[in-house]
């Protein structure tokens, strides 16, 4: 079974565009979480979508949005970039009871 | 955001020697995952587990669920090189929405 994919898994960006990230589940997998990590925040909660729909989010900026598409494929979206966003954004990807959860290597976005 | 405490921070050991590092929190969760991240990459699961009192093991791994339900532990057996990294250990709870809770980290070091 393929794991969880994203794509890119580099980008450079600079202040004030907007970037997408895209995350493919594990086949059969119905959520998929996002995550950001940096040094010193360690791995901050971005949100989770299960079936197409938010179920939770974490407490950042409305310029971090997501969706899921009806194939579980999510995207993760964020707006107007700040220096501040430069980090490792991970996707993870599970059945949504809690049992498991996988990560993907991650995109690493930096932004200048 | 929420964050379990997870101890110690980081740890220096020789190689052979046995770690064990915990995870605590005042909740109660219904899963405890413990996780593996190497640099630049997505963390990696190493053990779930599913019932307070459950002992699981990986290889040289073993992790146990407390029995409390609010604290979990993990046990390296004569540490290699290749443990190096990062270990996080992840709650699952459904008290009020289902989400995954993420322990600090702790940096584990081996001295060969």
């Known amino acids: 079974k393929a794991g969880v994919t994203q794509t890119p898994r580099y980008l450079i960006k600079t202040r004030g565009q907007q970037v997408t990230l895209s995350c493919s589940p594990i086949?059969?997998?119905?959520?998929v979480s996002w995550y950001q990590q940096t040094p010193g925040q360690g791995l901050q909660f971005l949100f989770e979508?299960?079936?197409?729909?938010?179920?939770n989010k974490g407490n950042f900026p409305g310029r971090f949005s997501g969706r899921q598409f009806s194939n579980s494929r999510s995207e993760m979206n964020v707006s107007t970039l700040e220096l501040g966003d430069s980090a490792l954004y991970l996707c993870?990807?599970?059945?949504?009871?809690?049992?498991?959860?996988?990560f993907g290597p991650g995109t690493r976005l930096l932004v200048l | 955001g929420q964050q379990l405490n997870q101890s110690p921070q980081s740890m220096f050991i020789q190689e052979g020697e046995d770690v064990s590092m915990n995870c605590t929190s005042s909740?109660?969760?219904?899963?405890w995952l413990w996780y593996k991240q190497d640099p630049g990459e997505g963390p990696v699961l190493l053990i779930a587990?599913?019932?307070?009192?459950e002992l699981t093991s990986n290889g040289r791994l073993t992790a146990q669920f407390g029995i409390t339900r609010k604290d979990s532990f993990l046990n390296i057996s004569a540490s290699i090189p290749s443990d190096v990294g990062i270990y996080f250990c992840?709650?699952?709870?459904?008290?009020?929405?289902?989400?995954?809770?993420f322990g600090t980290g702790t940096r584990l070091k081996v001295l060969a």
């Open positions: 993870a990807s599970g059945t949504g009871g809690g049992e498991t959860q996988y």
């Open positions: 086949s059969g997998h119905r959520s």
């Open positions: 979508y299960f079936s197409e729909t938010q179920r």
């Open positions: 909740s109660i969760f219904n899963t």
């Open positions: 587990l599913y019932k307070a009192g």
């Open positions: 992840a709650g699952f709870t459904t008290s009020g929405t289902y989400k995954y809770i």
